[in-house]
């Protein structure tokens, strides 16, 4: 079979290798859709911590081939999703119930073998049934909405509440969505390219606003701004230093900051403690996808989030290489890579 693999930094390239064989408790599944994430782009380049040779991909559905003896639940034919994110359960963090903090954590697609590939392994407890008659390129949007409805579910976010989401990707683009679900009534995008503005505007978003003309603190929490004194909650998706400044300002006194975009490790950013004191801020971490991809899989099978228009290209396993390697082209949200796909 075809997979494209990391054999060191900035070694990448697509392969022929033996098709996995499942161990009693994995099923091999034929990949219909993985999606390219920021993070494939930080292993390429070695930002990011990784076992190579591997092949990459974390963002994948398709379809059982096989599986082993110990299955139970599954039959040939599912189509299912893979929480990539596999915890050891038996860690101080495993047993106290936060397994995105297992100390053991391996993942699929960074640690072992992953999705952009035409099959992958999946152990059966990291596996999620999705609708038979889903379109199946949408299934490789549970995961990166599994991280966004973690993110949401500890914003503590209610009927009526507002909440400014910082960053136009991927990632901000679907937590709005989740944000208006949940049940905020103000939603406020901050993002620099107009056509992520405008499609946010038409996805749920009650406004948006565009970080490199206005001073977005004014315009959103001045005396004259769409929220005066700021808001409930701010989610920061884009993860540089401007916006997680930003997110300080922007919430209200006795408000709740989230922190969902990544800053390359070890990367400051200059904060006033008085502030966070005297408004007292709520300033929470969102860290991957703690027991929440059944959720995020129902959520993408019910139709309730936008999809389509968050889809920029489908590409073969062998154009995805220089997807991966380049920096994202201007105006794209989610590249799929679709194993076999015939592409010019
Ligand atoms: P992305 O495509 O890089 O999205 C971030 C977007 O933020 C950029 O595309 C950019 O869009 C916007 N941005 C940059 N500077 C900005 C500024 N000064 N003001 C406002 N917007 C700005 O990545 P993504 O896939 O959506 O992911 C977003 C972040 O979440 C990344 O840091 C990613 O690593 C992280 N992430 C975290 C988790 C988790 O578990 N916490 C999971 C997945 C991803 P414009 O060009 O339109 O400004
Ligand atoms: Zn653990």
């Given at each position: 079979m075809k997979a494209m693999r990391l054999e060191g930094v900035?070694?990448?390239?697509?392969c022929d290798i033996d098709k996995p064989i499942p161990g009693p408790d994995d099923l091999l599944v034929r990949v219909e859709a993985c999606g390219v994430c920021g993070t494939d782009r930080h292993l390429f380049h070695g930002e990011f911590p990784s076992t190579p040779p591997v092949t990459l991909?974390?963002?994948f559905s398709g379809i059982v081939e096989a599986m082993g003896t110990s299955v139970t639940g599954f039959s040939v034919g599912d189509r299912i999703t893979g929480d990539p994110n596999i915890a050891c359960g038996r860690c101080p963090q495993c047993t106290a119930g936060r397994i995105n903090l297992c100390r053991?954590?391996?993942?699929i697609g960074i640690h072992r073998d992953g999705g952009f590939a035409d099959y992958v392994l999946v152990p059966q407890k990291q596996a999620f049934l999705l609708?038979?008659?889903l379109d199946p390129l949408h299934g490789a949007f549970c995961e990166p909405l599994a991280c966004c409805l973690h993110g949401i579910d500890i914003a503590g976010i209610r009927a009526g509440s507002s909440v400014v989401v910082l960053g136009g990707g991927v990632i901000g683009l679907l937590t709005l969505q989740l944000a208006r679900l949940a049940g905020a009534t103000t939603v406020i995008l901050s993002t620099r390219q107009a056509s992520r503005r405008a499609l946010a505007e038409e996805i749920g978003a009650t406004a948006s606003v565009d970080p490199t003309t206005d001073d977005i603190i004014d315009q959103i929490a001045g005396a004259n701004g769409l929220m005066p004194g700021g808001v409930d909650v701010v989610i920061e998706c884009a993860g540089v230093a401007e916006t997680v400044q930003q997110s300080f300002r922007l919430a209200k006194a006795g408000g709740t900051v989230v922190i969902l975009g990544v800053m390359p490790q070890g990367a400051k950013v200059e904060i006033e403690p008085f502030d966070i004191?005297?408004?007292?801020l709520k300033v929470l971490g969102s860290?991957?996808?703690p027991f929440v991809h059944r959720r995020a899989a129902d959520l993408v099978a019910s139709g309730a989030i936008e999809i389509d228009r968050l889809i920029s290209r489908k590409v073969s396993l062998e154009d995805a290489v220089d997807v991966v390697s380049q920096p994202p082209a201007a105006g794209e949200v989610k590249v799929l890579i679709v194993p076999g796909l015939t592409t010019g």
């Open positions: 900035g070694q990448l390239f697509v991909g974390h963002e053991n954590l391996q993942a609708p038979a008659g004191l005297f408004r007292e860290f991957i996808n």
